[in-house]
């Protein structure tokens, strides 16, 4: 019976460090002002809502922070999301290229060249005029700034130019529908998430929003952390200004520097998140575990020594009677 005993807690143990082994392993910028090639340009996102058969201006700044004077061209581009969730939009750099759904770019007027004096800051009035056809939605562009002396829009690379990223919202029947694609937690915004971790120094809780909806979306909100019922600390995410937009048919990933974390136990993690124009709400959680490598190593022990103790130790046992009977038969 002991030996039965021993062996289920054995298994146990075993089954429990392997689902803890597994866990460790991986599983399966939005700014006030942006420089490049000399030239500084701020706001570097503008947020609008302008209805059908309505116009509005948006006035860009770009700075020349060089000591040359300087003639620059205005290029207008569509963008997608990106592919790394950051929310580093993809320019279509070709100018006879339009986004395949959600392009601004036909709805910018155009910008004339300009010159700058050595350190002159302007103002540049850009455009956006809605048809009174459009569809409700989001459309979105950028406005990039470059030297007028490139021989095709084409072949102005980004980083020889600067820009600014617009964004437009037309009212009209439009769906919103945002989901929260995974609430988890990481050993950086890079890494994939895990479960057990043998540090709680550096973790980062990842917030992932699916848009299947026709709008960009901003959402916001709070990450909690807590250990049993014990509220630990608390984290907004996209809190910058502007917020951040998750755009239509893509996933964006939002971090928070996780602190309060200790040095050992089960933790968990909730989050409440709103969006959209009637403030609907996401909500969330998952559980971690900090398990420090010295105690991992101290288990392994142990169960190397429960194992010895059920299967190594009766064969030994076994062996050893055996050659005292045979020693006491040839007496």
């Not at 929260?180 to 929003?209: C, I, M």
Request: net charge positive; hydrophobic share 40%.
């Amino acid at each position: 019976m002991m030996r039965r005993f021993l062996a289920q807690v054995s298994v146990g143990i075993v089954s429990t460090l392997l689902v803890g082994v597994a866990a460790v392993l991986p599983a399966a910028a939005d700014t006030s002002s942006q420089s490049g090639n000399g030239l500084k340009v701020s706001p570097v996102v503008t947020n609008l809502t302008i209805s059908p058969g309505e116009s509005q201006v948006v006035t860009v700044y770009v700075q020349n922070v060089t000591k040359s004077t300087v003639t620059l061209q205005a290029l207008v581009n569509d963008f997608t999301a990106g592919n790394n969730e950051s929310g580093q939009p993809a320019l279509l750099l070709d100018p006879n290229q339009y986004a395949p759904s959600h392009s601004l770019k036909r709805y910018v007027a155009p910008v004339g060249n300009f010159t700058l004096q050595a350190g002159e800051e302007k103002g540049v009035v850009v455009t956006v005029a809605i048809p009174k056809d459009a569809i409700g939605g989001g459309y979105y562009g950028a406005v990039r700034f470059a030297p007028a002396s490139s021989s095709s829009n084409n072949s102005v690379s980004l980083s020889a130019s600067v820009g600014s990223l617009i964004l437009v919202k037309v009212p009209g029947n439009y769906k919103e529908d945002l989901k929260l694609a995974s609430l988890d937690v990481r050993t950086s915004p890079e890494d994939s998430p895990k479960v057990v971790f043998t540090s709680g120094d550096n973790l980062v809780a990842a917030v992932r929003f699916q848009n299947d909806g026709d709008v960009q979306e901003q959402p916001f909100g709070k990450v909690v952390l807590k250990q049993g019922s014990t509220e630990l600390a608390s984290y907004e995410i996209n809190n910058t200004t502007p917020r951040g937009n998750v755009l239509p048919n893509s996933i964006r990933k939002f971090t928070v520097n996780l602190t309060k974390v200790g040095a050992f136990g089960q933790y968990t993690i909730m989050g409440n998140f709103g969006y959209g124009s009637s403030g609907q709400l996401l909500s969330g959680q998952t559980t971690f575990y900090v398990i420090p490598l010295g105690l991992i190593i101290v288990v392994v022990i142990i169960l190397l020594l429960i194992v010895f103790a059920i299967f190594g130790l009766p064969r030994l046992i076994r062996a050893y009677n055996q050659r005292v009977i045979q020693g006491a038969s040839r007496r």
